[in-house]
T-cell receptor
Framework: AQSVTQPDIHITVSEGASLELRCNYSYGATPYLFWYVQSPGQGLQLLLKYFSGDTLVQGIKGFEAEFKRSQSSFNLRKPSVHWSDAAEYFCAVGAPGTYKYIFGTGTRLKVLA | DVKVTQSSRYLVKRTGEKVFLECVQD?????MFWYRQDPGLGLRLIYFSYDVKMKEKGDIPEGYSVSREKKERFSLILESASTNQTSMYLC????????????FGQGTRLTVV
């Protein structure tokens, strides 16, 4: 069955530090992968997506993610975190030929000043 | 600019009431979704619709129904609200299958008392 695992429920980093949020997926074929961010009380905003091609993808707000097929991972990174990055982050998989997205349970990021 | 609008940000309803959550998108998307978001559980799909008057159950449809009479509007109905339906509800739309990203509304926080 398709699934998405975000092993870290909470992460705390200091402002200016680097960030990596983990995402592992289980899917039989090449998946379509997404990272979304949700600020408190808001809906989800797309940060970036991977469909094919270059395995390192750039997104908005200075985020990037790397697709590693051998590890079934799509980890999100940012070299220097800003206080405004405090939010919840969701990894998602889209299955070709279906309408459904599978979301991870989210990672809540706290940024220390 | 792409927009998904949910009619209410916050709702408080009494147990047993019939509740309507409304969602409108202005992107001419075929697909629309209703998710429920609870801490530690991520996003769970309640229902989705891939065309006008067409709907399919998601992972947690019990206690809910939906209506899509027009392409741009997708309503979630709680036939008889219960306290365990207190949650954040997110509407989303997408143009194609799950190979393209979904666009989310700002969410409705429903409290059933």
């Amino acid at each position: 069955a398709q699934s998405v695992t975000q092993p870290d429920i909470h992460i705390t980093v200091s402002e200016g530090a680097s960030l990596e949020l983990r995402c592992n997926y289980s899917y039989g074929a090449t998946p379509y992968l997404f990272w979304y961010v949700q600020s408190p009380g808001q809906g989800l905003q797309l940060l970036l997506k991977y469909f094919s091609g270059d395995t390192l993808v750039q997104g908005i707000k200075g985020f990037e993610a790397e697709f590693k097929r051998s590890q079934s991972s799509f980890n999100l990174r940012k070299p220097s975190v800003h206080w405004s990055d405090a939010a919840e982050y969701f990894c998602a998989v889209g299955a070709p030929g279906t309408y459904k997205y599978i979301f991870g349970t989210g990672t809540r990021l706290k940024v220390l000043a | 600019d792409v927009k998904v609008t949910q009619s209410s940000r916050y709702l408080v309803k009494r147990t047993g009431e019939k509740v309507f959550l409304e969602c409108v998108q202005d992107m001419d998307h075929e697909n629309m979704f209703w998710y429920r978001q609870d801490p530690g559980l991520g996003l769970r799909l309640i229902y989705f619709s891939y065309d006008v008057k067409m709907k399919e159950k998601g992972d947690i449809p019990e206690g809910y129904s939906v209506s899509r009479e027009k392409k741009e509007r997708f309503s979630l109905i709680l036939e008889s609200a219960s306290t365990n339906q207190t949650s954040m509800y997110l509407c989303a739309s997408s143009p194609l299958t799950a190979t393209t990203e979904a666009f989310f509304g700002q969410g409705t926080r429903l409290t059933v008392v």
